[in-house]
């Protein structure tokens, strides 16, 4: 899964959606679209119609998750689980 972080100010949707414990989810088909918490917003980039090209990775969480047959990337640091 890849998403990225961005700030409450930095964030606007267009679409219904439907929360619940943080989670955010299309009222219509069930897909998980976004977390909401009080300091970030994690949009899973899939979701996204026109998503940002300059995005590059900074971190990597939840390493411990991570599929043998996937390349490390260079000078990102890798977390176990939440940085």
Same mark, same amino acid.
């Given at each position: 899964m890849h998403y990225a972080d961005w700030r409450p100010h930095q964030f606007s949707s267009t679409g &219904?959606?439907?929360t619940f414990a943080g989670r955010s989810f299309c009222p219509n088909c069930g897909s998980h679209t976004?977390?909401?918490s009080d300091d970030q917003i994690e949009i899973h980039l899939g979701t996204l119609d026109e998503a940002p090209n300059k995005i590059r990775? &900074?971190? &990597?969480?939840?390493?411990i998750r991570r599929e043998p047959w996937l390349p490390v990337i260079p000078s990102v640091p890798m977390f176990p689980r939440d940085p």
């Open positions: &219904e959606y439907k976004f977390n909401l990775p &900074e971190i &990597e969480g939840w390493a």
